[in-house]
């Protein structure tokens, strides 16, 4: 059945590519139908549960970019404004607040006294295009994209779009710049692979959009993690084809290996072998999740206008800590 009721879930999808695939979502989606949180923004992104019992994302294209809080009852506060253009955001393992400002074009940390600290600005002495999303590794290493797709040609000064790590001493590497359009970005449970997914490859993808047509640039590519932490072995792990609204953007993983990526029509999940389960629809279209809740069970999206949670039967797989 195809569900079109404001707010349910829809069994099954159906698109001008493909035709009606049956997904098989009822075992992973506990929640009947998204709870709406709050609305009334502009567009919405970057979330992240803090351990402390609240959701941050981020209101990305009002007049002020800035970062809010909102507890699971939906009570809402501001926790930092300006906040640069801040995007992706994530915890280091010391539980400091690590932040894609895409505005300043630079990666920070929040310190615990509200401090603000520069990890990345440049690489190889070349300033950086529009950090997107971050995530970060056991072993305190950050890594983030870098898509140069917003960034006016003339005041580029890296010459791919690609993925950055940050290790612990504070150095900067590139670990992979195969990728058109990099944005976001998860491991796997064990971290021995890294999913990053391309929006697109340029401006032609929204072109094809526009005429019905599906763009097919639009995909997860995965790699192999090597004992050093760099990247290998890229290659393609689901392609998230649509000629509907929505881009692959925001991806988190639950602790099963299951992959949540939002992009055209709603999030899809994908099982580790890449097998598609299908599209949890919402009432706006999401461009990120991240994982919550005490038991890490309920999953937040960022949709556009508004923000919604469902519970998942699943937990996600929680950020690491310092031990």
């Known amino acids: 059945p195809i569900f079109k ?11 001008k590519r493909e035709g009606y695939m049956p997904d098989q979502l ?23 549960w803090h351990p402390d019992g609240y959701w941050l994302f981020v209101d990305l294209f009002r007049s002020v970019p800035a970062i809010y809080r909102i507890t699971p009852e939906g009570v809402l506060t501001s926790e930092r404004e300006p906040s640069g253009g801040t995007n992706g955001m994530t915890l280091d393992l010391e539980g400091r607040l690590i932040m894609c400002e895409g505005d300043n074009r630079r990666i920070t940390r929040r310190e615990f006294d509200g401090t603000i600290s520069v990890l990345a600005s440049h690489w190889d002495g070349k ?76 401006n032609d993808c929204n072109d094809e959009k526009d005429r019905g047509e599906a763009c097919l640039h639009q995909y997860i590519k995965c790699y192999d993690v090597d004992e050093n932490g760099d990247l290998d072995n890229g290659r393609i792990f689901a392609v998230m084809a649509s000629s509907e609204d929505g881009v692959p953007d925001g991806m ?51 949709a556009r206008t508004s923000i919604f949670s469902m519970r998942m039967t699943t937990p996600g797989v929680p950020l690491p800590k310092s031990k």
């Open 127 to 202: 300033r950086l295009h529009r950090p997107n999303d971050v995530v970060c590794k056991s072993d305190g290493s950050l890594y983030f994209t870098n898509p140069g797709g917003r960034i006016d040609p003339s005041e580029r000064e890296i010459t791919f779009s690609g993925v950055h790590r940050i290790l612990p001493d504070g150095s900067i590497t590139v670990v992979a710049k195969d990728i058109e359009y990099p944005n976001g970005l998860a491991f796997s449970p064990d971290e021995k692979i890294m999913y990053v997914d391309n929006t697109r490859r340029d």
């Open 5 to 15: 009721s404001f707010g349910m879930i829809r069994l099954g999808h159906l698109t």
């Open 252 to 302: 988190k993983v639950d602790i099963l290996g299951r992959i949540y990526c939002t992009g055209p029509e709603g999030c899809w999940v994908f099982e580790p072998d890449g097998t598609h389960l299908g599209i949890i629809r919402l009432p706006e279209m999401p461009a990120n999740c991240a994982w919550g809740g005490l038991d890490n069970q309920t999953m937040f999206f960022t």
């Open 26 to 48: 009822e075992s992973i989606i506990e929640s009947p139908e998204a709870q709406l949180l709050k609305d009334g923004f502009v567009f919405t992104e970057g979330p992240l």
